[in-house]
């Protein structure tokens, strides 16, 4: 049975930083192409970052350059490291396994507020 458990979100202040972890299980992590979706309220799901599996990444230009998406094999975590976080970046996101049959973990909350 594939589970993908996101936690790390919360309230930060413009400008600040969380990690958000995800935490793998049921597949083959190192053979796993994953990714990281937001949405936000009245909004559609929209991607954010993903990796293949052969560990390449692909960001969303809104937030390339403050995000950064790695993953600990040994761990089978996968990572979004958010910095200089904005008010828009505030959504749930969500952790997902890009396969033959997507799955998708239950999301975690981001709070962007001064």
């Known amino acids: 049975q594939v589970q993908l458990v996101e936690s790390g979100g919360g309230l930060v202040q413009p400008g600040g930083s969380l990690r958000l972890s995800c935490a793998v299980s049921?597949?083959?992590?190192?053979?796993?192409?994953m990714g990281w979706y937001r949405q936000a309220p009245g909004k559609q799901r929209e991607l954010v970052a993903t990796?293949?599996?052969?560990?390449?990444?692909n960001y969303a230009d809104s937030v390339k350059g403050r995000f950064t998406l790695f993953r600990d094999v040994a761990k089978s975590t996968l990572y979004l490291q958010m910095n200089s976080l904005k008010p828009e970046d505030a959504a749930v996101y969500y952790c997902?396994?890009?396969?033959?049959?997507?799955?998708w973990g239950q999301g975690t909350q981001v709070t962007v507020s001064s």
């Open positions: 997902n396994y890009e396969g033959i049959r997507p799955y």
């Open positions: 049921g597949i083959i992590f190192r053979l796993a192409p």
């Open positions: 990796m293949t599996s052969g560990g390449g990444t």
